[in-house]
């Protein structure tokens, strides 16, 4: 590999956790129990804490389904009997590899968190669900797409609709084994985001919000072209203040009980501090899609948690390899050679993850390969090699067994990271007569 990866190898032996609480956090209590999932910062670091009130980091994967396809339905019957046998077997295939919960779109109706010792999360698209509804939304790559790069969120019916949608969460507010919610999933956030609500037709309610907010800030009658660079940062703000509120507000009026995790920000989203300033005003954790970063970007992570005052979950990241057999065309994860290089990365990622202090747990993605005959899938989920296990359910060992190593030693690795660095004097005590 050409990329500098560090892994296990380089550090001094860790030994493995010991036996901790039953959600998978350390055995000490670290704070009040408080019969759900929270976060916590100490001693300059951000935990979760599970509902026992022990510290916690969540590790987990995504989309734990069975795949669609005719050959992989026929798979799950030869190979576990049923769809509770598939199951129990991708149950303790996760726990066995040091995994202690599930990333979005996963199954978690079949899988049952609770009985099986996962904690798990929730993903709800509100706008995506809005726009469904409104008209005008296209289908992207791996998320939906808004006209002019402009999601609704200055509809007045949005904050109602938000309401109504959030009902169904009522149904897991109780369970102490959800982690939290998700609202959407990549919405396209960007700095021009002023000028691109100005861009819509006239009578649309965002054309409108954005005219309002700009002649407000400007005292009177002002242009396009007298726009400044510190009005997008604090117009991207106030969108994004504007959407979480409502989305937000919906939640926790149907469940005050979980996490909220954030609409999982990605691409140049990531470079745009007014963002994480306006949902940070709401949120309690920020979620991330990391890709196009072989290494985790320590002054952006500490940026993000900086300006937003919240931890960070990375909710997406990867690595697809060549030696599949698969094309590897879609997706936007990195593609090296073998699966020893994914395992490498995996180790490499996290590690820069555990060292910076405010990041609270990860989610690969995701539990099997791409299958290249299932329908209905995004243009991102074709044909790659993103899983722990191929389209047909076998495991990929090299991969697992480094992801095992690490994944155990997650809190014998932070306190490797946390300890103080012994400063040597420059000049050294002389001895006295």
């Known amino acids: 590999m050409t990329k500098t990866t560090r892994t296990l190898g380089e550090l001094p032996a ?47 994967v995504s989309s734990v389904r069975q795949i669609r396809s005719s050959g992989a339905r026929k798979q799950v019957k030869e190979s576990f009997g049923s769809e509770k046998g598939w199951a129990s077997a991708s149950n303790e295939l996760l726990k066995k590899n040091g995994f202690n919960g599930l990333g979005a779109w996963s199954d978690d109706e079949t899988l049952e968190p609770s009985a099986s010792g996962l904690v798990y999360t929730k993903l709800w698209n509100f706008m995506a669900s809005y726009g469904k509804i409104r008209g005008g939304t296209t289908q992207k790559s791996g998320h939906r797409g808004y006209p002019g790069n402009c999601p609704f969120i200055f509809d ?41 609500y100005l861009s819509l037709p006239p009578k649309d309610p965002g054309h409108l919000a954005a005219w309002r907010w700009l002649r407000k800030r400007s005292g009177g009658k002002v242009e396009v072209a007298d726009i400044t660079p510190k009005d997008r940062e604090d117009f ?33 989203a990531l470079r745009l501090p007014a963002l994480f300033k306006g949902a940070g ?15 985790p970007d320590a002054e952006w992570l500490a940026t993000w948690e900086k300006v937003s005052g919240k931890p960070v979950i990375i909710s997406e990241w990867y690595a697809k390899a060549l030696d599949s057999g698969l094309a590897n065309h879609s997706g936007a994860g990195w593609l090296v050679k073998t699966q020893k290089d994914r395992a490498a990365f995996y180790q490499h990622f996290t590690l820069g993850l555990l060292e910076s202090r405010v990041c ?38 090299t991969l697992l067994e480094s992801m095992k190593d690490l994944n155990f030693r997650t ?8 300890q103080p660095v012994a400063v040597k004097s420059p000049n050294p005590p002389q001895k006295t007569k």
């Not at 106030?238 to 919906?250: H, L, N, R």
């Not at 149907?254 to 609409?263: A, F, M, Q, V």
């Not at 809190?411 to 946390?418: C, K, M, P, S, V």
Request: charged share 20%; aromatic share 14%.
């Open 411 to 418: 809190y014998g690795l932070i306190r490797h990271f946390d």
């Open 360 to 397: 609270v747990g990860w989610h690969w993605f995701r539990y099997s390969d791409n299958d290249p005959t299932e329908q209905g899938t995004d243009p991102s989920n074709r044909d790659a090699n993103k899983g722990i296990v191929s389209n047909r359910y076998v495991p990929y060992a």
């Open 281 to 295: 005003r709401h949120l309690d954790v920020v979620s991330v899609n990391y890709y196009s970063h072989w290494t």
């Open 236 to 268: 991207l703000t106030f969108a994004a203040d504007t959407y979480f509120s409502a989305v937000c507000t919906a939640i926790r009026r149907h469940d005050p009980n979980h996490l909220i995790l954030g609409s999982r920000f990605h691409g140049r």
């Open 14 to 60: 860790i030994a493995l956790d010991p036996a901790g609480s039953r959600f998978g956090g350390v055995a000490e209590v670290s704070a009040k129990p408080s019969g759900f999932f929270r976060t916590l910062k100490a001693d300059g670091r951000w935990w979760l804490c599970d509902p026992g009130g022990h510290r916690f980091i969540h590790r987990g």
């Open 156 to 196: 007045p019916e949005f904050p109602a609709f938000c309401l109504k949608h959030a009902e169904q969460l009522a149904s897991t507010k109780d369970d102490p084994w959800l982690l939290g919610h998700f609202t959407d999933n990549e919405l396209p956030w960007s700095l021009d985001l002023l000028e691109g």
